[in-house]
């Protein structure tokens, strides 16, 4: 069943802003993930987030992640032509030894240069 | 990093013929791989949990006897679309966990194989 719920956003922006998604989920979740998919493509794994995390950053990206609103959001800082993609989050319930992932709907960025 | 590998990338196959798609991993082993299926401008939706030397979990609603799963060995799992229906058109993407990293969270994706049924 699906988890990650993406707000249905299409973003569309000017190169050098900033783009944020946010991401809702219903259950438990032993860690968060974000992907990035160009049109197309298969998934490039951008950043975790640890259920007893909040905050995590890699290059120009921040994820925050607030268990009590079982929410996350993924932040694009000084964003390029090159983030143009689909980003979706992802749950990851831990069983019988494996993180299985539920996939939110995703959310559409285009960047304009 | 590590490298999962999809072939092949794109088949067009006729109705009622049926269709493999292999998944390997390229530079670690993987007890567990998993098969998702992507419609077009959707999310992607867990098919399967494919595990080396037993059967596959499948997921509620996916028909097992059609979509048959064989994880053969440490690097390589196939998805193979018996008797394919034109609604059985998709993106269909596998993933693959480090079986060195136990609990490992990430899963390595591969770039997708789409499938055409005429």
């Known amino acids: 069943s699906q988890q990650g719920e993406e707000d249905p956003q299409a973003l569309s922006i000017q190169e050098g802003e900033n783009a944020t998604m946010n991401c809702s989920y219903k259950?438990?979740?032993?860690?968060l993930q974000w992907y990035r998919q160009n049109s197309g493509r298969g998934l490039v794994h951008l950043i975790l987030i640890r259920s007893n995390e909040r905050e995590k950053h890699s290059g120009r990206l921040r994820v925050t992640l607030d268990t009590s609103k079982k929410s996350s959001s993924l932040l694009i800082t000084a964003s390029r032509a090159a983030d143009t993609a689909s980003y979706f989050c992802?749950?990851?319930?831990?069983?019988?030894?494996?993180?299985?992932?539920?996939f939110g709907k995703g959310n559409q960025v285009v960047v304009i240069p | 990093g590590a490298v999962v590998s999809q072939h092949p990338s794109r088949v067009i196959c006729k109705s009622g013929t049926s269709v493999k798609i292999e998944c390997r991993s390229l530079?670690?082993?993987?007890?567990?791989m998993f098969w998702y299926r992507q419609f077009p401008k959707q999310s992607l939706m867990l098919m399967a949990t494919?595990?080396?030397?037993?059967?596959?979990?499948?997921e509620q609603g996916v028909e097992k006897d059609k979509f048959l799963i064989n994880h053969a060995s440490l690097t390589l799992s196939t998805l193979t679309v018996t008797s394919a229906h034109p609604e059985d058109s998709s993106f269909y993407i596998c993933?693959?966990?480090?079986?060195?990293?136990?609990?490992?969270?990430?899963?390595?994706f591969g770039p997708g194989t789409r499938l055409l049924v005429l």
């Open positions: 259950t438990s979740i032993n860690n």
């Open positions: 494919s595990n080396e030397g037993s059967k596959a979990t499948y």
């Open positions: 993933s693959a966990r480090d079986m060195a990293g136990w609990g490992q969270e990430t899963q390595y």
């Open positions: 992802a749950t990851a319930v831990l069983l019988w030894g494996n993180n299985r992932l539920a």
């Open positions: 530079d670690f082993q993987a007890t567990t």
